[in-house]
């Protein structure tokens, strides 16, 4: 590639970029005026929560009790065996999901499966015309297609979270007494006694705000998606670049404002 070709492919990445972040931008404020005013699908949304609520279960699941288990061997081993302190065990390993673990794993499977799947989606609508023609039976698609996944991720992210946070704590509480005999009563009693409200509500936060971040970026970009099935490759795997790198961004920013200023 010569210089030249370099820098017109560069200018149209840059123009391409910050075209579809406007885009987006545009899209998330006429979807949360049109979310306040109550024009939305609940057949549709009910569909998304049913697809990517219950389909990505297993997942977290298997995800969140890795997790619970591999913090119970270092935390375990480490407090216990060395200090004798089986009472921080539980307070550990609650810390570590509700601050930063569970709000982020939860967001990459999501970024992976929802995100992916709901780009590739709407982009292979876009390139097969089905979204114009949606617009000639007077079918608006921003409320058919981008506010029920909106919705929908607001209601999926926070429950996954809640779902993995729960089984974390439970195979990290198991583990813990399998491997150096933690009793299950001090494990519970040190994760009540550590966690504050501020623990819960930053991961919370963090799950609506990333849940939002996912749909706004798989929606925008299967919505920009131009050309042929090639395209539509293009925009997934763009998805899941972009979504993990928001995460990444925003996590450091709320936990930020949460846990620093």
């Keep these: 590639m010569s210089r030249a070709e370099y820098i017109s492919h560069f200018r ?31 057949g549709e949304t009910l569909d998304h929560i049913d697809r990517s609520g219950i389909g990505s279960l297993p997942i977290v699941a298997v995800s969140a009790s890795f ?11 480490e407090i216990v065996v060395r200090y004798g302190a089986d009472f ?13 673990l569970a709000p982020i794993f939860v967001a990459v499977v999501m970024a992976g499966n929802i995100g992916a799947s709901t780009t590739a989606e709407i982009g292979a609508m876009k390139v097969t015309d089905q979204i114009d023609a949606l617009k000639v039976f007077r079918i608006n698609p921003l409320e058919y297609l ?13 429950a996954l979270t809640i779902f993995g946070v729960f089984l974390a704590l439970l195979t990290g509480q198991l583990f813990s007494e399998l491997l150096v005999g933690v009793p299950g009563r001090i494990f519970w ?16 936060v963090k799950s609506l705000v990333f849940a939002v971040t996912i749909a706004i970026i798989s ?40 846990f620093e200023l």
Excluded at 21 to 40: F, H
Excluded at 67 to 77: D, E, H, N, Y
Aim: hydrophobic content about 50%; charged content about 10%.
């Design 67 to 77: 997790i619970g288990m591999a913090l119970s061997v270092q935390f375990a081993r």
């Design 146 to 158: 981008v506010i029920p996944r909106i919705v929908a991720m607001l209601i999926v992210g926070p």
């Design 88 to 100: 921080l065990v539980g307070g550990f390993v609650a810390i570590s999901m509700f601050r930063e």
């Design 189 to 204: 009693d040190s994760v009540q006694f550590t966690t504050q409200i501020s623990d819960i509500t930053s991961m919370l």
């Design 219 to 258: 929606t925008s970009n299967g919505m920009a998606t131009e050309g042929s099935s090639e395209a539509v490759g293009i925009s997934t795997t763009r998805t899941v670049v972009w979504c993990l790198l928001a995460i990444f961004i925003l996590n450091y920013g709320l936990t930020t404002i949460f």
């Design 12 to 42: 149209d990445s840059s123009y391409s970029f910050i075209s579809t972040v406007g885009e987006a931008g545009i899209m998330l404020a006429i979807a949360i005026k049109r979310i306040l005013s109550g024009r939305i699908d609940w």
